[in-house]
């Protein structure tokens, strides 16, 4: 059977790291054909808008697709967001970045095994803000100045942030079932309702109400700032995390880091026009084209691309090789390497050949992501 997966490398170390994964995936034997496209800057240089709609067009087309990081300037006005164009017409609601222990990386804990889930769609990070002074943010700062909370400087910003009920349900059923599916046992609903009880009330509202449905898995509720204070201290009292995208984006490198970082960690994004694998970390454009990027969260995503095509036997073989090239660390790149190891770091290509003559090995490794 030959699966047809839409092949968005990226932008920086993008192609080095998806050229790794794609190298892993042919390893196995799994037949893929890749239909490969381009967002953001490589393909402004042909001449064409960030987010084409061939693009789009493509992921519809395959209902699912891998994809390399791509860089969004920061705070350059009149530059669409690639990631958001994505979720807002792919209807991306929900991402999913599981952070797991693996032996050999240079991290605090060794025990830890959680996932962290966000909404997409919603909250801070849809894009709605303005300048104070502008028409549209009269209405809020005259409610604001009415109701006592002071007056808005015309050099202000605004950001509105925005939770509806029925996004709230979708994420917090999506993250329900998949607790269930992954064999996991507790979901932890993350809010802050003390201050914000219009919006993350909302959220908490409805967790408590799916919950109900979920009576095998056990149910809490913390709000976010409790929350990071207790997963730097005992990680392993959670499994799965739901919440927002804004405290989802901390959260969810907070988690990384408790795991050895981002460049070890994979993610996917459910949607109702497609499934989006992608790595957890950026462009590093300086690592660009110099072979020397970490490719274990890509490698780690084209595993879960792997589960989700049905290739299961396939995708425990990635995540055993991606396990036994770490706990080994003769073929690790320059964030792998531990301080007092003398030996030089592997390049891209070294760690991707090192995962490859692993897939066949008999060796260590949970099998899941």
């Not at 979901?187 to 914000?196: D, E, L």
């Not at 219009?198 to 509202?205: R, S, V």
Request: glycine letters at 10%; one cysteine or more; a negative charge.
């Amino acid at each position: 059977m030959v699966h047809h997966v839409t092949l968005v490398p990226g932008d920086g170390i993008g192609p080095e790291v998806m050229d790794a994964a794609c190298r892993v995936v042919e390893a196995t034997g799994v037949k893929v054909e890749w239909d490969v496209q381009q967002v953001g800057p490589p393909a402004m240089d042909q001449g064409r808008p960030p987010l084409p709609d061939e693009v789009l067009e493509s992921v519809r087309r395959t209902g699912v697709a891998l994809k390399g990081p791509v860089s969004t300037p920061a705070g350059k006005k009149g530059f669409r967001s690639v990631n958001v164009g994505l979720r807002r017409e792919l209807g991306l609601f929900g991402q999913v970045r599981p952070c797991r222990s693996r032996p050999g990386t240079v991290a605090p804990f060794e025990d830890v095994d959680l996932c962290v889930i966000r909404e997409t769609t919603e909250d801070l990070y849809a894009g709605v803000e303005f300048p104070a002074g502008s028409e549209g943010a009269a209405h809020v700062i005259g409610e604001a100045e009415r109701d006592g909370r002071g007056t808005i400087p015309p050099t202000a910003g605004l950001s509105i942030k925005f939770t509806t009920e029925a996004a709230s349900r979708r994420v917090l059923e999506f993250a329900f079932d998949y607790a269930r599916r992954q064999e996991r046992t507790k979901v932890t609903a993350v809010h802050k309702a003390t201050v914000m009880r219009c919006t993350d009330g909302i959220f908490l509202e409805v967790a408590g109400e799916v919950a109900k449905s979920y009576p095998e898995l056990e149910f809490e509720t913390l709000q976010i700032d409790n929350l990071c204070g207790q997963l730097v201290r005992r990680p392993a009292a959670f499994d799965v995390l739901v919440m927002g995208i804004h405290y989802g984006d901390i959260v969810s490198d907070l988690a990384a880091g408790l795991v050895g970082g981002i460049g070890v960690v994979p993610g996917v994004n459910y949607g109702t026009e497609g499934v989006m694998f992608e790595p957890a970390h950026g462009t590093l454009p300086r690592l660009a084209g110099a072979d020397q990027a970490d490719p274990t969260a890509t490698v780690l995503c084209a595993a879960m691309l792997l589960e989700h095509l049905g290739e299961v036997e396939a995708a425990t073989r990635v995540n055993r090789a991606v396990d036994r090239v770490i706990a080994e660390g003769e073929w690790v790149t320059y964030d792998l390497r531990r301080a007092d190891d003398p030996r030089p770091p592997a390049s891209t290509t070294q760690m991707a050949d090192a995962m490859i003559d692993a897939l066949d090995s008999p060796g260590r490794g949970q099998g899941r992501p």
